[in-house]
C-alpha cells in the first residue's frame, strides 16, 4: 500500500548545523526519503550552514556519506540520491559574527517568494544570535518560519530567556518548536484512535480507566552525548518533552478541531492541571536510577560514571514518576511515567489499563478475569493492541482467558515506516504548527519538573543504582506495586 503524495510548495530550507550529527541522522536523511517518495517541489533547496570552510561539492559529498550510513541500503536509490543531492548548497556562516552571512543571504536570492524555513540544529545558547542576524541581514520574509530544537533550557527561567530571545525577532506563529514524538505514527494514530472512533471516548475517564502508562525504555548508554547528557538527564531529556507530549495527548479534552491552537490549548490545559510534586512528596511519587555495568543486548557495558567526565555526577538516567491530572475526567487516575537508558529492552508505549468489570458472573474455575488493557505501542512494532477477555476454544466447559485484538501497523499496511522528522520537517513548509509546542505548553512543561528538581536536590540521597540491562532501580517496581498495579508485563522479560 502506498500513502497519498501531496507536493508541498517549493521553498528554502536552511539548515544550521548543517554539519552536525542530528542534520546527517536524522534532518538529510529525512528529506531524502520525501524526495523519494516524490514530495519535495522541483526547485526545492536545502542548504547547509555551519562554521566550517567548505564547498556544495564538499557538502553533497559528506551528505551522500551521511545517507549511507544512515538510510537502509533497500531505500537508496542511486538516482534519487541524485536528484536529492543538486538540491544541496553549502554556505559557512559564522553564528556569532558578520561573517557569512551576505553570501547568505545572496544564496537565498532576495525577492524570492519561497517558503523559507530556518532550522536551527545548533545548541540553544545559539538560537538568540542566529535570529538576530537572520533579522538584521534581512532574511524574514512574510513565508520565513524557524524551527528550533530541544533542549529549550534547563530549566523554567532559561526555557523563558530562550523563547524572549526568539520571541523577539519571530512572532510565535513563525517558531515550529519540534518535539520528534509527535511526529510518530503512532502518536498520531493515538489522536485517531481517540477522535475518529465513538468506541473510546464515553470510556476515557475515571470512571472507567484504573490508570495510564507510559514507558519510553532504550537499551541504549548515553552514546558520546555525555557531556550533554550529564548536565541533561532523564527528567529534562525525556520526561519535560517527550513523555509530558505523550501524556497530554492521552488526557487531553477533544479538541474542537485538529487547528494547532486548538489542539495545543487543550494540551496546555493538561499541563496545567499536573498536580505539584514539590518537597517530600518527591520522595514518593518519584524515582531516579543510574545506570551501573551490566549487559545490554550488545554485551557487557560499563556503567554511567565510566562514560561521563564527573565521577561523581548524581545525573539519573532513569526516572519513575507517579502523576496526576487534577480535573473532572481523571480526578484519581495515576499516571505511571518512567523512561531510562540502558534497560533491558527497547520499547516505547502507553498502556490505558480499564476497571475490572463491576460484578463477575462466573465461577473461580473459569480463571482470573484480567482487566481490559489499550496498548498504544510507539515502538518497535508500532501498533495497537486490544486485550480483551475471551472464552478459550472448544469443549471442557468455560474457561477464559485474555487475548490481543493486535494490529500491527507494518503488518496491516505493509509499508515503511516514515521517520517522525520527515513529517515534521515537511509540516513546516505546509506552515502546519498542530505537532509542535507552543512557547506556553513547554513554559507549563517546565513549571511542573522545575520543583521536581528542586525537591531532588535538596535530598541527600543519590539516585538509586541499577545494572545496566534490566528495568531500573526496584524502587521503580515499588513505585506502582505500592498502589496494588503492576507495570505492563509486556514490557517484562
Ligand atoms: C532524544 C533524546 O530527544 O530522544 C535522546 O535526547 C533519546 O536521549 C531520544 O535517545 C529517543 O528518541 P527515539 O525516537 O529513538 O525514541
Known amino acids: 500500500m502506498t500513502s497519498r503524495i501531496i507536493v508541498v510548495d517549493p521553498f528554502d530550507y536552511v539548515v544550521f548545523g548543517g554539519t552536525g550529527d542530528l542534520a546527517r541522522r536524522k534532518l538529510l536523511p529525512a528529506l531524502y526519503q520525501r524526495e ?17 570552510a567548505s564547498s556544495d561539492a564538499d557538502y553533497r559529498e559528506s551528505i551522500r556519506a551521511a545517507l549511507t550510513e544512515h538510510v537502509k541500503a533497500s531505500e537508496l536509490k542511486a538516482d534519487v540520491v541524485e536528484v536529492f543531492l543538486k538540491r544541496l548548497f553549502y554556505v559557512a556562516t559564522d553564528a556569532t559574527s558578520d561573517s557569512g ?26 538560537f538568540g544570535p542566529i535570529s538576530e542576524r537572520i533579522a538584521a541581514h534581512g532574511l524574514i520574509t512574510d513565508k520565513t518560519r524557524v524551527v528550533v530544537e ?30 520528534h514524538y509527535l511526529g510518530k505514527e503512532t502518536v498520531q494514530n493515538l489522536m485517531a484512535l481517540r477522535f475518529a472512533n ?22 541504549v548508554g548515553v552514546e558520546g552525548r555525555g557531556d ?38 487543550e494540551k496546555l490545559k493538561v499541563l496545567k492541571g499536573l498536580k505539584a510534586i ?3 512528596s518527591a520522595t514518593h511519587v518519584t524515582v531516579r ?23 561523581a555526577s548524581r545525573t539519573e538516567t532513569f526516572v519513575a514518576i507517579k502523576a496526576e491530572v487534577q480535573n473532572w475526567r481523571w480526578a484519581g487516575v495515576p499516571f505511571y511515567l518512567r523512561t531510562g537508558k540502558r534497560l533491558a529492552k ?7 489499563r480499564f476497571k475490572p468489570v463491576p460484578h463477575s458472573i462466573f465461577d473461580d474455575s473459569v480463571g482470573a478475569l484480567a482487566a481490559n488493557e489499550l496498548v498504544i505501542r510507539l515502538q518497535p512494532d508500532e501498533g495497537v493492541k486490544l486485550q480483551l477477555m475471551i472464552k478459550d476454544p472448544g469443549p471442557g466447559g468455560m474457561r477464559l482467558r485474555p487475548v490481543p485484538l493486535d494490529m500491527s501497523f507494518a503488518d496491516a499496511f505493509g509499508m515503511r515506516n516514515p521517520d517522525a522528522y520527515e513529517r515534521l520537517l515537511l509540516d513546516v513548509v505546509r506552515g502546519n504548527a498542530t505537532l509542535f509546542m507552543r512557547r506556553d505548553e513547554v513554559e507549563a512543561a517546565w513549571a511542573w519538573i522545575d520543583p521536581i528538581l528542586e525537591a531532588w536536590g535538596e535530598m541527600s540521597e543519590a539516585p538509586k543504582g541499577y545494572t545496566a540491562g534490566t528495568w531500573g532501580p526496584s524502587a521503580a517496581i515499588a513505585l506502582i506495586e505500592r498502589d496494588g498495579r503492576n507495570w505492563h508485563e509486556d514490557t517484562l522479560i
Open 101 to 126: 552571512w551576505d553570501q547568505l543571504a545572496a544564496t537565498l536570492k532576495p525577492g524570492e517568494d519561497k517558503v523559507r524555513c530556518f532550522y536551527l540544529a545548533t545548541g540553544p545558547d545559539l
Open 278 to 280: 514539590s518537597g517530600p
Open 36 to 52: 523519494a517518495d516524490g514530495q519535495l517541489p522541483e526547485d526545492a533547496r536545502i542548504i547547509g550552514v555551519s562554521r566550517k
Open 198 to 219: 465513538a468506541l473510546f471516548e464515553p470510556l476515557w475517564n475515571a470512571a472507567h480507566i484504573d490508570h495510564v502508562q507510559i514507558t519510553v525504555a532504550e537499551t
Open 289 to 311: 536510577g543510574q545506570y551501573r555495568a551490566g549487559a545490554s543486548t550488545t554485551g557487557a557495558v560499563p556503567g554511567y560514571l565510566d562514560e561521563v567526565t564527573d565521577k
Open 150 to 179: 530541544k533542549p529549550l533550557g534547563k530549566d523554567g527561567a532559561s526555557a523563558k530567556a530562550i523563547n524572549d530571545e526568539i520571541g523577539r525577532i519571530f512572532h510565535e506563529d513563525q517558531i515550529y518548536r519540534i518535539d
Open 228 to 265: 550533554y547528557y550529564d548536565h541533561s538527564g532523564a527528567i529534562r531529556d525525556m520526561v519535560q518533552n517527550h513523555i509530558l507530549q505523550l501524556l497530554c495527548l492521552v488526557a487531553m479534552e477533544p479538541p474542537a478541531t485538529m487547528d494547532a491552537d486548538s489542539v495545543r490549548g
Open 346 to 352: 527497547r520499547v516505547s508505549e502507553i498502556v490505558v
